[in-house]
């Protein structure tokens, strides 16, 4: 099909999908998605929010939402992002940036195998890269990438997660230079660099070891080998026409852009040796500490950058016909699919080809002193006519793959030997990523797959103009695909990674001992707790325990004062938090975990009585969780008086629950 008629059809149907009306489902998918209550999922899943921002995390297979995960975005409803714990995590080099667009997860891997540690997500607009921490699901570290623009090909980890690898899909100019540059200038002064960042084995701090400065293409997906191709990372590359401008045109003219292969054992020796440059850079590193329970951020300034212009032993292109989108290395690590958007077939390249073609030096020229190897000498075949638009491609354990199309809106199922189609389904509608679960290890799940489709249509009751997007769970245990569950989806999610719940739920914490938390602003025990005034600073010490909030009347705080409201749950029992929310507060609420300590900043504004209270539902006096705080006009000086009743339980009385029960440890009928 030519090109004017793929970009109509893509019009056609992608936009505006037939109303195929869903496929019949077989009478026993309610019953192989159905987990009963008191039961759990087999697997979390890992959901990239998109322009959410987020991570949310559903069960498998019941498609339900068990929590999203703030990142990226601030999320009003538990204070992530606006209270003075977590509000550094946002700080980047171009100041506070509190939203952004997360595209793929990662999990962290050992051996080529989920070793149930640590989630990593890109943040594609303002470059960074977020490590989640699987223990507590909450962001402990965001680092940000310099000299990049759009952090799409990003964080694809290496199989014992030595590196997190990130490549820009806008090339810009280097952030040293004087970027001022007229655009037209593209091809002189634009670069694309690609990012190597260091996983701290023990730890998983992160680390920005060292960046490729590359021509001037869009790279736009990546994946990393395994096996005898672990030392390899794999990049799409498409604009390998560096056109600057009407790119849905003027990127589409040649007829094969490029996968680049990097040695990323090799990169990594260059830069040992000292094969690079300091460059000038600024970029964020925030760190959330658990034992403190806040976060810190520094801004850091220099980057190793390997200009491959010069050394280029270790980096090669392939031809790869038209526009390629996903990368995907298949778990042998044999078998690297590239993902042709305007391709009529879909090339598979083979790792031991390519190796022998570098070894011949089967090269058909250079571009920018990087060898580019034979289209045919690293092709293992190409799959003939498989469907339009090819995105992202999965892998079972049986030498199978499954190809997403978006313009035919269908999964296809093909044999990665024979290259013999052998099953096609329908997606509703346009499918972008799809999830083979454990996919990208050495053994894949097998058992289920996952479609994130971009159009939802006619899926769910319309909710008017804006839709949610839907995921489609597919059976692929028997021969031909299944599908058994559709389920709403959170912003647009893009990747997603799932992990047998059995390698995370044993590690998961409850709660926080008091003992273990650090923060400065804690108090032990209601008696503990105050109101300081240290100039225009008032710092308030609350206790929040069922079913009071101590103290529970505050006077002497005035208009403009800097206050810092400091919330302790003193409770010691899993699942009984505490909210906290002033009126009138120009930030947000609190939510308060057990044994943990949260600081809202509030600058009272206007005179009067201003009432706070708790805002989770914790016991039956839950709404006796209340205070008034009186605010005086500025300048007048209403002495500092606040109530603590003495007959307060001590913190050991107040963890036995006063009310109700701890249905944690009571829960129906658990595993
Ligand atoms: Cu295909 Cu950002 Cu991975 Cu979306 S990307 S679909
Ligand atoms: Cu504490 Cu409601």
């Known amino acids: 099909m030519s090109l004017a008629a793929l970009v109509a059809a893509s019009t056609f149907i992608g936009c505006k999908p037939k109303k195929m009306g869903h496929i019949a489902v077989d009478s026993d998918a309610a019953q192989q998605v159905y987990v009963a209550p008191g039961q759990y999922d087999e697997y979390y899943n890992f959901v990239s929010g998109g322009f959410s921002g987020q991570v949310s995390v559903y069960g498998l297979p019941s498609g339900r939402l068990l929590k999203v995960i703030p990142v ?13 714990n977590t509000k550094p995590m946002l700080n980047t080099s171009f100041g506070f940036v509190p939203w952004d667009d997360s595209h793929h997860t990662q999990l962290s891997e050992t051996d080529a195998m989920y070793d149930g540690r640590w989630l990593f997500i890109n943040a594609n607009n303002t470059p960074r890269i977020a490590r989640i921490d699987l223990k507590t699901f909450r962001t402990a570290e965001i680092i940000e990438l310099p000299n990049t623009g759009g952090n799409h090909a990003s964080p694809f980890i290496t199989c014992n997660t ?6 820009t899909r806008f090339s810009v100019p280097a952030d040293y230079e004087d970027g001022d540059v007229p655009i037209d200038k593209y091809k002189e002064k634009f670069r694309g660099h690609i990012s190597y960042i260091k996983v701290d ?11 490729l400065s590359l021509p001037p293409f869009n790279y736009d997906l990546s994946h990393s080998g395994k096996n005898a191709s672990a030392d390899w990372s794999f990049f799409t590359c498409y604009n390998t026409e560096e056109a600057h401008s009407l790119l849905e045109v003027n990127a589409s003219q040649n007829d094969k852009d490029y996968i680049l292969a990097v040695n990323w054992k090799k990169a990594a020796e260059h830069a040992r040796k000292g094969d690079f440059t300091i460059e000038k850079a600024k970029y964020a590193h925030n760190v959330f500490d658990e034992s403190t329970l806040q976060a810190k951020s520094e801004i850091l300034d220099q980057v190793k950058v390997i200009d491959t212009k010069k050394f280029n032993d270790f980096l090669y292109l392939i031809p790869c016909p038209k526009s390629p989108h996903g990368v995907d290395v298949d778990p042998t690590g044999e078998y690297i699919v590239g993902n042709g958007k305007l391709s009529a077939n879909l090339p598979v390249f083979s790792f031991s080809k390519i190796m022998k073609a570098i070894e011949q030096k089967q090269f058909e020229g250079k571009v920018d002193g990087i060898n580019v190897i034979k289209y045919e000498a690293a092709l293992h075949g190409e799959v003939q006519s498989p469907g339009l638009g090819s995105l992202h491609t999965e892998f079972d354990a049986e030498g199978n793959a499954y190809t997403s199309f978006f313009i035919s809106s269908e999964i296809v199922k093909w044999n990665l030997k024979s290259l013999k189609i052998e099953d096609r389904i329908p997606t509703y509608y346009s499918v972008g990523h799809l999830s083979v679960l454990g996919a990208d290890t050495k053994k894949p799940y097998g058992k289920y797959m996952v479609a994130y489709n971009k159009i939802t249509k006619d899926c769910f009751l319309p909710t008017g103009p804006e839709l949610c997007q839907a995921a489609q769970l597919y059976d692929i245990s028997g021969g031909k695909m299944k599908l058994i569950l559709e389920f709403p989806l959170i912003g647009e999610p893009h990747y997603a990674s799932a992990i047998a719940a059995s390698q995370v739920k044993p590690n998961v914490l409850l709660f926080t001992k008091l003992e273990d938390n650090h923060n400065p602003y804690k108090i032990k025990s209601a008696q503990e707790a105050r109101v300081e005034r240290h100039g225009k600073r008032v710092d308030v010490y609350i ?52 044994g943990e300590t949260c600081t809202l900043k509030w600058i009272p504004n206007r005179a009067g009585i201003i009432p706070y209270y708790c805002t989770d539902f914790c016991s039956a006096l839950h709404q006796e969780m ?4 009186r605010v005086s006009p500025a300048g007048k000086s209403t002495p500092i008086k606040f109530t603590i009743d003495d007959k307060l339980p001590s913190q050991f009385n107040a963890t036995k629950p006063t009310t109700q029960s701890g249905a944690a440890k009571t829960g129906h009928n658990r595993k």
Do not use: C
């Open 162 to 167: 030595e590196y997190l690898v990130a490549g």
């Open 72 to 84: 990226f975005s601030q999320n009003g409803e538990n204070g992530y992002g606006y209270d003075e």
């Open 626 to 629: 209340q205070g008034y705080f």
């Open 201 to 211: 084995q023990k730890t998983g701090g992160l680390s920005l070891d060292f960046q």
């Open 543 to 594: 206790a929040a325990i069922r079913s009071r909030l101590v103290p529970d009347n505050i006077e002497g705080i005035n208009v403009g004062d800097e206050v810092y409201l400091h919330v302790t749950n003193i409770e010691q029992e899993w699942d009984i938090p505490h909210g906290f929310a002033v009126k009138g507060a120009n930030n947000a609420e609190l939510l308060v975990m057990p």
